[in-house]
């Protein structure tokens, strides 16, 4: 993976607080901010459940599902 600089201005107080909680858990400070990026990509991401995921694929494609939504619904009242 190629890295880049990056320079960010942040508060005096913020920038201890980010060199000792990195020291206290033994890695960079690059790694503290690489760890909160993955952390939001993650979470940027839609999530589909495991249960609604099986369902994908059951109908066929070559079904009009409008349409077949719109007959059941006729159908249904009559």
Do not use: C, Q
Not at 6 to 31: C, G, H, Q, W
Not at 39 to 58: C, F, N, R, V, Y
């Amino acid at each position: 993976m190629t890295t880049s600089r990056l320079t960010i201005n942040l508060p005096k107080s913020e920038i201890d607080f980010l060199k000792k909680y990195a020291r206290m858990n033994k890695i960079s400070v690059s790694n503290l901010i690489d760890r909160w990026i993955k952390i939001l990509k993650a979470k940027s991401k839609p999530t589909i459940h495991p249960d609604i995921e099986k369902l994908t694929g059951i109908i066929p494609p070559d079904i009009d599902v409008d349409e077949a939504i719109t007959e059941y619904i006729m159908a249904k009242h009559r």
